[in-house]
Structures are given as structure tokens and as C-alpha cells.
């Protein structure tokens, strides 16, 4: 209860895509938020999407019209999916899943990197 497990990151070429997945374990998933931040090496820790319990999404101004982020109530799952890649785009990405308003929990990351 309450783990949260990131997926799917790798090394890609620019103008490539990739799809990362989390899994949170919680009885109770389709009640939270699920949220995707990233971790450029010396740079601080960003917001990059967020989808609510009723689907409503929002994407950091750097992203949008390149991610999409999703989720699967049947599964646990939240997805990111991930298009047009840019080297900027290269960092840790890490999940996040709020309940109640108040209780967090991260995840351990996965590494994208985007390079030639």
C-alpha cells in the first residue's frame, strides 16, 4: 500500500518518444492524483503534467502539444506519454500520487535521457 514504482525511461534520439508508466499500489487509486516531475542534473525538481481522479489534466508550458499524460483506474497505472523528444527533455522523472489531499507518495524515478 502506498508504493509507487516508475517504468519506461531510457535513452532516445531527439525527435523520439517514449511512454514511462507508474504504478501505485493503493486501493483507492482513482481517488488520487497522480503527478509527473522531473529532475534535470543541478536543477530543481519541476511539475511536468498532473491528472485528477475525474481525468482533468494539466502540462507544464514546456510540454504541451509533446505529452500526454493518462491514467488506467483498472490497473493502478498512470502513463506519460512522451513525443518529439528534445535533449532538454533529458532527466529523472519521477511519479507522484496524492490522496486525501495531504498524504504523498513518491516514487525512486526513471532516467530519460535524450541524446543523438
Known amino acids: 500500500q502506498g508504493q509507487v514504482v516508475e517504468s519506461g525511461g531510457d535513452l532516445v534520439q531527439p525527435g523520439g518518444s517514449l511512454r514511462l508508466t507508474c504504478l501505485f499500489q493503493s486501493t483507492i487509486f482513482s481517488e488520487a492524483i497522480m503527478e509527473w516531475y522531473r529532475q534535470a542534473p543541478g536543477q530543481q525538481r519541476e511539475l511536468v503534467a498532473s491528472?485528477?481522479?475525474?481525468?482533468?489534466?494539466t502540462y507544464a508550458d514546456f510540454v504541451k502539444g509533446r505529452f500526454t499524460i493518462s491514467r488506467d483506474n483498472g490497473l493502478n497505472i498512470v502513463y506519460l506519454q512522451m513525443h518529439t523528444l528534445e535533449p532538454e527533455d533529458t532527466a529523472v522523472y519521477y511519479c507522484?500520487?496524492?490522496?486525501?489531499?495531504?498524504?504523498?507518495?513518491w516514487g525512486r524515478g526513471t532516467r530519460v535521457t535524450v541524446s543523438p
Open positions: 507522484k500520487a496524492t490522496l486525501l489531499q495531504r498524504d504523498e507518495y
Open positions: 491528472i485528477s481522479g475525474l481525468d482533468r489534466t
